[in-house]
């Protein structure tokens, strides 16, 4: 029998629909991975009963002739959703003991389209972070490595380690400044973040509430288009939902990118950026063109104040939205001699390093006599950043870019040094900030033997032509590494 | 902000000091919880007096990913209040958030509008009591939502939070600094509460908290440059509002007097003591961080959403008092007082109509709210309903009863005894006008008194005691009029 953790999403539904073996099967044998492979520390809550009794009334509903979109598929859900019953940490101390009694949009439609989940993943804490090492509960291991233990990237690290590893046919993410683009290069899986406001952000604990958005993380880009459309769509509980329908997007992925116009924005590169990384994406560039697609040179001359302008609003964003978090009515509580002291102490104690170190600029520059200097005038930059975009849609389509700055690094090396580590979302930060969507695609090795990935960026709401274009992406590199299982 | 205060106060509302006069400057922030049953931003109920924390939703409570969803019912309310004020209604607004942080505010920010309110400029008239009509300016309408309650009196050591408020929709209507006396802040803030309660915007009921103002209160010489300003926080009744005023001005005179200055500070009314006291100095002010509200978008508003509601608009107070003055012949003071509230003016309406408006204002002014005061009602509880109230009148116009046994059916009718036709058909209180029955009276009486008869015709004043007699033997039921006509004629007066 073939290895059930080694097929696609795709094909798993296929298989099940085909009778080839049921949910309980393949829902066993994600578990039998996922126990096998504690070393990556991907999971920070399992829920392997709650998964087998899903599985278990999943081939039910199948029997009955009730088929979801997902029916039956093990997933895996990052710990920023909020789920009904089982514990919800955004990685942190401070909300290490918080089980919600209500359910996130977005894992509420997947479990109505017949999802398992197989539990909560690690991340960043609160998603702050480009390595996946801010968490209350450890960093998380790439499944790749080069002689030593490799960061997934951040801060979905532990969606892209689980998906990489074969321990879930998919899984959620989120992305606020390319926390499931970057991670999705950093370990060879696909993963889009698609247009704000295409997923509902309610339920999800909130970073900064204007770039932050849900998206998947999974082997393939047909496999990304089947998560998306069941996480995607209209809630009226989020006021920044798109009310749009969701498109065949799983049919948009095989479609040709005949007279695509592609756009390759010059901006896209940075001072010490491998060579590799430059000849990938030129790799990339004549594959679209090999595929009958037009290349048009473009110009984003805000580009480089993408990354300054992103550490001014998401913090100043963070800040505000973690105000909550003050031991009051839920969450750890540390008492001290008044009230003022209560809240020192639990968020001193509650919070990681880098969540103080963001709370703390973002409430600088929302600070009286700083606030026009920084957020005003970030929000002014941010909206030319937009009309670059604008601008760059009257000759291209799609715009194509490499994904990250470097393939994965390994573990400790950047985390004292956190403008370098805030250099990895220097390319994907800027489809945050206009709200774009933008998928990674793994396209080739570099030298050392780990995944590079390649990015397309789309126009608002146009998620089919990025569909599109990544598929024929995929298509072209032919990328069917895996990782050597040495975890397990 | 710079204010301009171009106005300057009657002399009689200068306040005289040691050193001279000096004149009051006073600006008011009234907050009106919106009259809905949801929260500004939660489905969850609003409804007063509930059990602690039973009124709370998870965005009320602050819960990791939960996210405000505005109400736009009570955004319909603050435009209509807007309108009602006579104000510009910004077509284009924005929801900011205010951080700090408080046990009863689980958030850690509050919601409001900032720099983009719903409603901008306007103005209403306003009558101090005694005093001549004042136009006050009003600078902008905002929507906010409010605060839990902390309550530190239920255990020496800890604090208990009651989140029913929280979230619940407030206007906070900010004033110019139009007011140069108690006795304006506090018909300014009498007027505000007619204009919503006419509107039904808000139920203005002060005491419950759902009306109170913020008073900003300065004191300079008349006409001079404008002093230092404290703002005196949550003033909940008219008359609380003039004590913090008068206590106020009389601080500020004393202290400027003295060669001292005045710091602005935000301070509480005591209303125990009748004084205010220092709550928090300008260098303790909190540094709220405002920033738009990423979770909600800008409102926008159509003209078409702007242009039902105007349509809607019921007629306002003083508009009403207007009309009353013209349309029934009214005095100015007594269409104020029939148009306080939406129903007094409409229960005024129903008994004009058709009658002799006065007649029926002082049938209101006098009889029925002097009884309503006695048994301690008002006018919703009133055991007589304007078309009962009318057919009294009814029967005093077509002479079936005259004023004075009207005013005894009034008091049977008050007690529930039933209408006024059943009570003078039971109590057989009709008005004689059979002038023969009459001359009969007037007959007996003159027979039965031939010493007065003779007395009257020295001392025509003794016709009084006659007509009284004629009274008592009809039983107050012989028409007046004649029973005079025909007492001077029989004895020749």
Known sequence: MTDLTKITLAGALDGLTAGDFSSVELTDAHIEACEAASGLNAFITPTFDLARDQ???????????????????????????????????????????????????????MKADGMVMLGK???????????????FYGPVINPWRNGEDLVPGGSSGGSASAVAAGLCLGATATDTGGSIRQPASFTGTVGIKPTYGRCSRYGIVAFASS?????????????????????????????????ETVPDWRGACGQSVKGLRVGVPKEYTIDGMPSEIEAL??????????????????????????????????????????????????????????????????????????????????????????????????????????????????????????TAPSAAFPVGRKINDPVQMYLNDVFTVTANLAGLPGISVPAALDGNGLPLGLQVIGKALDESTVFKAAGALEKAAGFTAKPEKWWA | MTFIAPRVADKKDWLSGETGDWELIIGLEVHAQVASKAKLFSGAPTEFGAEPNTQVSLV???????????????????????????????????????????????????????????????????????????????????????????????????????????????????????MRSAAEASAYVDALRQIVRALGTCDGDMEKGNLRADVNVSVRRPGGELGTRCEIKNVNSLRFIRQAIHYEARRHIEILEAGGSIDQETRLFDNVKGETRTMRSKEDAHDYRYFPDPDLLPLELTDDFIAKIKADLPELPEARKARFVEQYGVPAYDAGVLTADKATGDYFEAVAT???????????????????????????????????????????????????????????????????????????LKQVTDMGAIEGFVDEVIAANPDQVEKAKQNPKLLGFFVGQVMKKSQGKANPQAVNELLRQKLGL
């Open chain 1, 121 to 135: 993943l690690n991340l960043d804490q609160f998603a702050m972070g480009s390595a996946n090492e801010t968490s």
């Open chain 2, 354 to 428: 058709g009658r002799d408006a006065k007649i029926a204002s002082n049938w209101m002014m006098g009889e029925l709210f002097g009884a309503l005061n006695n048994a301690e009602t008002d006018l919703a509880d009133s055991p007589i309903s304007a078309d009962a109230l009318g057919g009294l009148i009814d029967r005093i116009a077509d002479k079936t009863i005259s004023g004075k046994i009207a005013k005894d059916v009034f008091g049977k009718m008050f007690a529930g005894e039933g209408t006024a036709d059943e009570i003078i058909e039971r109590d057989g």
């Open chain 1, 281 to 402: 994406w030129q790799q990339g560039v004549d594959w679209m063109r090999d595929a009958g697609a037009e290349i048009v040179e473009v110009s984003l001359p805000h580009t480089k104040y993408a990354l300054p302008v992103y550490y001014v609003v998401a913090p100043a964003e963070a800040s505000s939205n973690l105000a909550r978090y003050d031991g009051m009515r839920y969450g750890l509580r540390v008492d001290g001699e008044n009230l003022a002291d209560t809240y020192e102490r639990t968020r001193t104690e509650g919070f990681g390093d880098e969540v103080r170190r963001r709370i703390m600029i973002g409430t600088y520059v929302l600070s009286a006599g700083y606030y026009d200097a920084y957020y005003l005038r970030a929000q002014k930059v941010r909206t030319k950043i937009a009309d670059d975009f604008r601008n760059a849609w009257d000759s291209c389509d799609v715009l194509l870019t490499p």
């Open chain 2, 60 to 178: 009320d409570a602050g819960l990791p990913g939960m996210l405000p969803v505005v109400n736009e019912f009570c955004v319909e309310q603050a435009v209509r209040t807007g309108l009602g004020l006579n104000a510009q209604i910004n077509k284009f607004s924005r929801f900011d958030r205010k951080n700090y942080f408080y046990v009863d505010l689980p958030q850690g920010y509050q919601i409001s509008q900032f720099e983009f309110p719903v409603v901008g400029e306007g103005e209403i008239e306003i009558t101090p009591e005694g005093g001549e009509p004042v136009s006050v300016g009003i600078e902008r309408l905002h929507l906010e939502q409010d605060a839990g309650k902390s309550i530190h009196d239920l255990s020496p050591d800890e604090t208990y939070v009651d989140l029913n408020r929280s979230g619940v929709a407030l206007m906070e209507i900010v004033s110019k600094p139009d």
């Open chain 1, 55 to 109: 599985a278990k009334a999943s081939d039910e509903r199948r029997a009955s002739g009730t088929v979801g979109k997902l029916e039956g598929a093990p997933l895996g859900m990052k710990d920023l959703f909020c789920t009904e019953g089982v514990k919800s940490t955004a990685a942190s101390k401070i909300l290490g003991d918080f089980t919600p009694t209500y359910e996130s949009t977005v894992s509420a439609n």
């Open chain 1, 211 to 243: 770039l932050d958005q849900a998206g998947p993380i999974a082997k393939t880009v047909e496999d990304a288009a089947i998560l998306l459309e069941s996480m995607a769509g209209y809630d009226p509980k989020d006021s920044t939902s798109l009310n």
